[in-house]
């Protein structure tokens, strides 16, 4: 007897699961090499020759087009922590990669799947619970924590060997601190802008205000204007076109003379109700009827002028207020490396905005990982039965953060996995045998991870190697609760899509399908759900 139709693959059972987490630990070890601050690129080029030059997790991700519906869960949470916190999409894949490896293992001597969801479940909310205990508590306008938390996230991604002569991390804090509210803990991003122009890296630069990229229309307006207010028209100054066809009869030459003047006519009461209005350029209210400008609607700035950048001329707008805007010009030799920067500039942002939020610190290098590994281990063992396995294989794949950031760092893994346990191990014991006042969360010791930089194990806080804790906080649930939901899955039904002529197609973004009413024009708006930023249109 024939239960499905024709076209339908049903994989179901052990087979199944097999599948699925083999699909997402494909995935991880897609993204490994770029952890850390000796991680390397990857190189993607579309089906139109476009290529794209990335160390970031998230955007690689997004560009290879995966069929196997396991992958797409792991690519849906890098890109949800992308969305969330802004910084992270690596090591969340690399962790659920692991917890994959270490799920894999359990179910080959026999643990079945409904025990280790139970161990995952209660190992995340030991890890979560240890991890807030640890967390450091600062002031969110402390500029020197701002700085070194911009100075992390800048060490583990590509252009930090293109900026080095360039301050960035302060130019970042100066821009953060002149729009952020900390006294509500708020941030708004789309205050910020970031333009790009080819040109040297050591001249990019902070604009206190807006960068417009076009230049003044007519030679005879003024290239500087002080304390400039400013219009903002939501509709055009010129005569629009009608939408149909239209003709104009004339019988003699003078008609011809009166409509031309009266078309001028129309078009100087226009600008005269901006000149009246006392405009220039922000603040400003979007205006759509000229006729009823008043003062409220006006913005203000210091000063607008005309600057050449690079071959071309960018008009600056400089000292807006209410609301303060700020602007990134960023400059680089190539397109490319430009794509990069934008996308490092714009985790940073994502990362200060987070310790704003929340004014909570753990240590990076993967020292917050080994410590809460070591923690867990010794609370397994007073777990009963097969659970305390589980819990241990979460713990050990914790520590697949700090050994990748090693091993992509050229260390033997091996001698770094047991000198890092014992250093960890020795620091989280209470002192002469007797248990703290703190429960051996005293902010006081020494937190060991990886010193990438110079191969070697290292403390992270002396070296200012830190990072917020709400990154940490979604690293640790997406990992687990998308490997969770890909253990709950045992039978997959999938059906061949029909592939009816005209309807098979491919996108400028290298994306291949079938759908119905492919063939004629449309778009997809970013496939996996991405969410596009106001401003940031670099993917």
């Not at 995935?27 to 770029?34: C, E, P, S």
């Not at 938390?149 to 360039?166: D, N, Q």
């Not at 205000?209 to 304390?227: C, L, Q, Y």
């Not at 709400?470 to 640790?476: A, D, N, Y």
Request: charged share 30%.
């Amino acid at each position: 007897m024939q239960l499905f139709g024709n076209g339908l693959k049903r994989t179901y059972g052990t087979e199944a699961r097999r599948y699925n987490l083999l699909a997402a630990r494909l995935i991880a070890d897609l993204v490994k090499g770029f952890l850390g601050p000796r991680g390397l690129e990857k190189m993607f080029i579309d089906i139109l020759g476009e290529m794209t030059v990335t160390k970031d997790g998230a955007t690689f991700l997004r560009k290879i087009d995966v069929e196997h519906p396991a992958a797409k869960v792991i690519i849906e949470a890098s890109n949800a922590v992308d969305n969330a916190v802004g910084d992270g999409t690596t090591s969340v894949v690399v962790l659920a990669g692991a917890l994959v490896e270490k799920a894999e293992g359990l179910l080959e001597i026999g643990i079945s799947p409904s025990r280790i969801l139970d161990g995952y479940h209660n190992a995340l909310h030991m890890a979560l619970e240890i991890v807030r205990k640890v967390s450091i508590e600062a002031t969110n306008h402390d500029k020197k924590i701002m700085r070194y938390l911009v100075e992390t996230c800048l060490r583990s991604k590509a252009v930090s060997h293109f900026t080095e002569e360039i301050v960035i991390p302060s130019l970042v804090v100066d821009g953060i601190c002149e729009i952020a509210d900390f006294s509500r803990r708020y941030l708004e991003v789309d205050d910020i802008k970031i333009e790009e122009k080819i040109g040297n890296s050591s001249d990019t630069e902070l604009v206190h205000g807006t960068v417009i990229d076009k230049t003044i229309d007519d030679s005879s307006m003024p290239r500087m204007i002080e304390n400039a207010k400013i219009l903002l028209l939501d509709s055009d100054v010129q005569d629009e076109r009608t939408k149909t066809d239209a003709e104009i009869r004339i019988s003699d030459p003078s008609q011809m003379t009166s409509f031309i003047k009266k078309k001028t006519s129309n078009l100087l009461q226009k600008i005269q109700c901006v000149i009246e209005s006392g405009a220039k350029a922000t603040g400003a209210k979007v205006v759509r009827d000229l006729e009823s400008i008043n003062d409220s609607d006006l913005g203000y700035a210091a000063k607008v002028y005309e600057k050449k950048v690079s071959d071309d001329k960018m008009v600056f707008v400089n000292g807006c207020r209410n609301p303060k805007s700020i602007t990134f010009l960023l400059r680089a030799n190539s397109k490319k490396i430009l794509d990069e920067f934008h996308r490092t500039i714009l985790d940073s942002i994502y990362v200060l905005r987070n310790f704003i939020t929340e004014p909570k610190i753990v240590p990076g290098g993967g020292a917050i990982e080994a410590f809460i590994a070591t923690l867990i281990k010794e609370r397994s063992y007073q777990l009963p039965g097969k659970e305390q396995i589980v819990v241990q294989k979460f713990a050990e794949a914790l520590e697949e953060i700090p050994l990748t950031i090693a091993r992509n760092s050229g260390l033997n893994t091996v001698d770094i996995r047991a000198h890092l346990r014992q250093r960890v191990y020795s620091q989280s014991q209470p002192k002469n045998n007797k248990k703290s006042k703190k429960d051996n969360f005293n902010n006081d010791r020494v937190w060991y991870g990886i010193n990438a930089l110079e191969r070697k194990i290292d403390n992270m806080m002396e070296l200012h190697v830190i990072e917020p804790l709400m990154v940490k906080e979604q690293i640790l649930i997406t990992a687990t609760e998308v490997i969770i939901l890909l253990l709950r899955v045992d039978d997959v039904l999938m059906k061949k899509p029909v592939e009816t002529h005209g309807h098979t197609h491919t996108h400028m973004d290298g994306t291949t399908h079938s759908h119905k009413g492919g063939s004629d024009p449309h778009d997809h708006f970013d496939k996996l759900g991405k969410q596009q930023r106001p401003m940031h249109h670099y993917y």
